[in-house]
């Protein structure tokens, strides 16, 4: 699938293909504002984290969800050192 995302590391837009798959991606269902996490996707060494609404992911280097334990309030930490 091809998706714009924010890349922090560079400070701008890119457009990649990425697959969005059970086996490389953690939901989380409890989402009810926008801005909560949605979805973070291993991706390329990297880790593409989703916030429910229509803003872009964001795509960080080096890190995986077993890095943060596939743990949505991580994810939301490491999302708002790098937005």
């Not at 989402?31 to 803003?55: A, N, V």
Request: aromatic share 14%; hydrophobic share 35%; with cysteine.
């Amino acid at each position: 699938m091809t998706m714009t995302v924010y890349n922090p590391q560079k400070g701008r837009l890119e457009t990649i293909d990425a697959a969005i798959t059970q086996e490389n991606t953690t939901w989380f269902e409890d989402c009810l504002q926008d801005h909560d996490i949605h979805t973070i996707t291993d991706f390329e060494g990297g880790l593409l984290i989703r916030e429910l609404g229509y803003s872009y992911p964001l795509w960080i280097y080096d890190i995986s969800r077993a890095d943060i334990g596939y743990d949505q309030q991580k994810a939301e930490e490491v999302y708002r050192m790098y937005r």
